[in-house]
Each structure stands twice: as structure tokens, then as C-alpha cells.
T-cell receptor
């Protein structure tokens, strides 16, 4: 596997900010993706990072540090509908550039 | 409009009875993937096509086969489903490797 690690579960409060971390294997790295998946539904694309730094898209931002093999997804102004699993996925040259997913972080947003 | 379409959305099959899941795409993407996702687990790549080139993951059981008769369609054949094959099967496409993948809604397979 590609040794993608992320926390299993997180809980946060509506209106707050939450950061979901992901570490991955640096050898052969070719891109880091974040997907959102609601229960029983398909993953939907959130963000893509291939260079170091922060990519911002509205309430969601994603950060990458290639030297550290580290990424995070930042969700601001949390809403109840943000309760979902967040999947970190890596494209890796050693795996034919196919997307390999981490186990996902289940985020529960509470009132 | 749906761009990656999987049929059926829910499939029930008998233990050992061959079953085929289908996927079609309107994006004209080169790459099509099949993932298996069990409850509370990550999607696991079974195989992918780059155009007509078929690539099997090393740990994909022989029980799983795939066909891609043309750019738009891809099929997952499970020759003899076992109880452990009950899962959500996700089809995805991308315009190339190392690019965003678009997922279909998935087919939830139940084996009885």
C-alpha cells in the first residue's frame, strides 16, 4: 500500500474550524487529493495539491508539504451538512499514478 | 447531468451466481477505474483501464474480471460471488493518470 494515514474520526461544532491531517509516502509522489464522501454515496472531489502551499476554495482549504509527506484539509464555518467522511488520496508513480485512498476521516458536526 | 453512470444502484445476487455491474461515462476520459469499498473502509482499487490497456492490481482476486468494449463503457464481472464480496463498487474516470477522478454513484452489492 501507499501508507496513507489520517485520523479515523473527528468531532467539531457548527460554525467552528476543523483541520484534518493526512500523511503519505513521499517516494514517487505525484499529487494529493481530498474527497468528501457522505454515507452511502460516491466520493466527490474537493481539492488537488501537487506543489507546496495552501489552496483555498471557499470554506475549504488544502495544504501540502512535500518534504514532510503531509497534507491537511481545513474546513471553516462548519455546517451540519459537512458531516461526512473525508478521504485523502495520493497519486504515486510507484503505483502507476493511480489514486490510492486512505481510510478516511469521519467528521461529525454537532450543533 | 450525471457524467459517470452506474447500473444498477443496488444489486442482490445469490452466492456463487455470476453477476455483472456496468458503468458508462459521457466524459470521453481515457482512464476508467473499479474500486471496491466495504463499510467504513477506504475504496480499494481493483483494476483500471488506460484506453484499452488493462491493469490488474496484484491483490485483486481472480474472481473479479473486467471488460471495456469501448471508451464509454466498462463492466465488472464477478464470476462466483462470495459473502465477502458484498460491498459498494465504485466506478470512476479520469482524463489521465494523476488527475482528478470522477465517481459514479456506486452499486451496492448484496450476496445472499
Amino acid at each position: 500500500g501507499q501508507n496513507i494515514d489520517q485520523p479515523t474520526e473527528m468531532t467539531a461544532t457548527e460554525g467552528a474550524i476543523v483541520q484534518i491531517n493526512c500523511t503519505y509516502q513521499t517516494s514517487g509522489f505525484n499529487g494529493l487529493f481530498w474527497y468528501q464522501q457522505h454515507a452511502g454515496e460516491a466520493p466527490t472531489f474537493l481539492s488537488y495539491n501537487v506543489l507546496d502551499g495552501l489552496e483555498e476554495k471557499g470554506r475549504f482549504s488544502s495544504f501540502l508539504s512535500r518534504s514532510k509527506g503531509y497534507s491537511y484539509l481545513l474546513l471553516k464555518e462548519l455546517q451540519m451538512k459537512d458531516s461526512a467522511s473525508y478521504l485523502c488520496a495520493q497519486s504515486n508513480n510507484n503505483a502507476g499514478n493511480m489514486l490510492t485512498f486512505g481510510g478516511g476521516t469521519r467528521l461529525m458536526v454537532k450543533p | 447531468d450525471a457524467m459517470v453512470i452506474q447500473n444498477p444502484r443496488y444489486q442482490v445476487t445469490q452466492f456463487g451466481k455470476p453477476v455483472t455491474l456496468s458503468c458508462s461515462q459521457t466524459l470521453n476520459h481515457n482512464v476508467m477505474y473499479w474500486y471496491q469499498q466495504k463499510s467504513s473502509q477506504a475504496p480499494k482499487l481493483l483494476f483500471h483501464y488506460y484506453d484499452k490497456d488493462f491493469n490488474n492490481e496484484a491483490d485483486t482476486p481472480d474472481n473479479f474480471q473486467s471488460r471495456r468494449p469501448n471508451t464509454s463503457f466498462c463492466f465488472l464481472d464477478i464470476r462466483s460471488p462470495g459473502l465477502g464480496d458484498a460491498a459498494m463498487y465504485l466506478c470512476a474516470t479520469s482524463g489521465g493518470t494523476a488527475t482528478e477522478a470522477f465517481f459514479g454513484q456506486g452499486t451496492r452489492l448484496t450476496v445472499v
